[in-house]
């Protein structure tokens, strides 16, 4: 069977740490061409894929894998409803992603505060907005 690399697997190859920053959802088309496969751009959590599609995995939990994989290192933008599921005001019918990430170390970040306050440690997911983040105009600019 044939592979296709991504431009993260390049870099992440070459020994480069390899991030991604976007104001739309970061699993949105554009940005996951940088670290997943798929052949509809709309699956981007678990409960858009359709039946018949086992073995198929979505666009979040492709991004989760290469933070585990070290392929990514940093990730900040929109989309946490494809990362949470639907008793954490997501869309997600399976495991809570953000809950995952936390679990294995990974930091974080939802809020403005929260940006402020990083560490700048190893691995790091930022979901500022449940779909794309909001215009400059629209933006809370609170801390919590």
């Given at each position: 069977?044939?592979?296709?690399?991504?431009?993260?697997?390049?870099?992440a190859q070459s020994g480069k740490e390899v991030g991604i920053v976007s104001t739309?959802?970061?699993?949105?088309?554009?940005?996951?061409?940088?670290?997943?496969?798929?052949?509809?751009?709309?699956?981007?959590?678990?409960?858009?894929?359709?039946?018949?599609?086992?073995?198929?995995?979505?666009?979040?939990?492709?991004?989760?894998?290469?933070?585990?994989?070290?392929?990514?290192?940093?990730?900040?933008g929109g989309g946490r409803r494809a990362f949470r599921s639907k008793a954490n005001g997501g869309v997600r019918q399976g495991?809570?992603?953000v809950e995952r990430f936390k679990?294995?170390?990974?930091?974080?970040l939802e809020t403005t505060g929260d940006l402020q306050e990083w560490d700048y440690s190893d691995r790091v997911l930022g979901l500022f907005g449940q779909s794309h983040m909001d215009y400059e105009v629209d933006r809370n600019t609170e801390q919590g």
């Open positions: 069977a044939a592979t296709v690399e991504s431009i993260a697997d390049w870099g739309a959802r970061i699993t949105h088309a554009t940005p996951a061409a940088m670290y997943s496969h798929s052949p509809l751009r709309d699956w981007e959590a678990d409960s858009n894929l359709p039946s018949g599609s086992e073995g198929c995995e979505d666009i979040a939990s492709q991004l989760l894998k290469s933070f585990e994989t070290g392929k990514i290192k940093l990730a900040l495991e809570d992603l679990k294995t170390g990974g930091t974080y």
